[in-house]
């Protein structure tokens, strides 16, 4: 079961290249002879069918298959791109108790696309003029193993070396043991700390939720304020998003749909709508909803918060598997730029594919794996594989380890 918990959102980019559930974290760590900074190894030279009636039911068969094949209880899935018309739908059910249909209106909690918030958030202080990439945590949060020499723009980039708290097993049976427990950041530091780093800063790629909990107390030791109130006035605000936020605790806004996993004390399914995200936190604990993430997806990949100096910083990647790097806080995804996301009973895949100017949400209500593979990215190759033949997302599942 820890195994499960090891796995990333990388969303695609290797953690943020595979979905990681507590706040996504895929666990891959690729060697990389230091900051490579290439151009993605990724194409980003292809189109968008159409979205004819004729696509449109292709991509219902797609989805259906899908969920069938990985057991999900509720999928909703948007694409669209100018010129090319829109494809949204919603599938099966967001409550099995009740049989309430998934619908497009609902909240639903996004995991690690928390990170292409947070890393926002930061960037927006390098270009204010308040932080540097190149600082050291230490100069922000003491404590940290070789705090002295792992920059922000490591630990934006996954390659800090530190070890990720979340595939810790005390961390896990604290969390499974009591999931409406809150944890401070401090706390989850703890469990990262505990443990010896992984390689020297900058040596390897490694998808790691601890990163991004330093980056949020680096946000809010430079601004003054709370993460959720920064990121809501500097972030959220000026996207134009309206359902979007980082909650203090485990509440938050009706409807929203109830979500699935088997990630528990006893391996069996457990609704998690009331679980406290907080465990995630600057890696994981937001939410959202169908609309704003549509609206996100361009903002993130194109770098409208930005300037432009810091945007094509932000996508310098390093390769992290075949077709697919990870830049500052966001993955490249042959062609298609975004993040995807997973914590107990929720995934998320949010993309961009700039040369269409097309976007791809697709929000469901379990993480629970189907043969090992996570099924946002599921449904994000099907829908790809038609909609954009030439760049069709793929991103490989984690092997297990240690069941």
């Given at each position: ?102 619908e497009t209106g609902l909240y639903m909690r ?289 092997p297990a380890a240690g069941k």
């Amino acid at each position: 079961m820890v195994a499960r918990w090891r796995k990333a959102a990388v969303g695609a980019v290797a953690a943020g290249l595979v979905a990681v559930p507590l706040g996504g974290a895929p666990g891959y760590a690729l060697e990389a002879g230091g900051p490579t900074h290439v151009a993605a190894p990724v194409r980003d030279d292809g189109d968008v069918v159409r979205l004819t009636p004729a696509v449109a039911q292709q991509l219902d068969d797609a989805v259906r298959k899908v969920m069938v094949d990985a057991r999900v209880p509720g999928v909703m899935v948007a694409v669209s791109a100018p010129g090319k018309g829109e494809y949204v739908r919603t599938f099966g059910v967001a409550d099995k108790a009740t049989g309430a249909p998934m619908e497009t209106g609902l909240y639903m909690r996004i995991g690690s696309e928390t990170k292409t918030f947070t890393v926002t958030g930061l960037l927006r202080l390098v270009d204010d003029g308040k932080v540097g990439l190149d600082d050291p945590i230490g100069k922000y949060v003491s404590g940290v193993p070789n705090g002295d020499r792992i920059t922000l723009r490591q630990l934006a980039g996954m390659r800090s070396g530190l070890f990720n708290y979340s595939e810790d097993e005390g961390f896990f049976k604290a969390l499974t043991s009591d999931p409406q427990r809150p944890f401070t950041p401090q706390q989850l530091l703890a469990y990262s700390f505990r443990h010896p780093v992984l390689f020297e800063p900058g040596a390897k790629f490694d998808y790691c939720n601890t990163n991004l909990i330093l980056l949020g107390l680096v946000i809010e030791k430079v601004s003054g304020r709370g993460l959720g109130d920064f990121l809501a006035d500097e972030v959220v605000k000026p996207a134009g998003l309206k359902r979007t936020a980082l909650p203090p605790g485990a509440a938050w806004p009706a409807p929203h749909a109830q979500g699935y996993t088997d990630q528990t004390a006893t391996g069996k399914v457990e609704e998690t709508a009331d679980w406290n995200p907080s465990w995630g936190w600057a890696a994981g604990a937001m939410y959202s909803d169908l609309a704003d993430l549509r609206r996100w997806a361009r903002v993130v990949a194109t770098g409208t918060l930005l300037e432009p100096e810091t945007q094509k910083q932000r996508l310098e990647v390093d390769p992290a598997l075949p077709g697919t790097g990870y830049g500052l806080g966001i993955f490249l995804d042959h062609g298609w730029v975004g993040h995807n996301g997973s914590l107990p009973g929720y995934q998320s895949l949010t993309l961009y594919l700039p040369e269409a100017q097309a976007t791809l949400v697709v929000l469901l209500n379990t993480d629970i794996s189907a043969e090992g593979e996570e099924p946002s990215t599921l449904f994000g190759e099907a829908i790809t594989k038609i909609v954009s033949p030439d760049n069709v997302f793929s991103l490989p599942a984690q092997p297990a380890a240690g069941k």
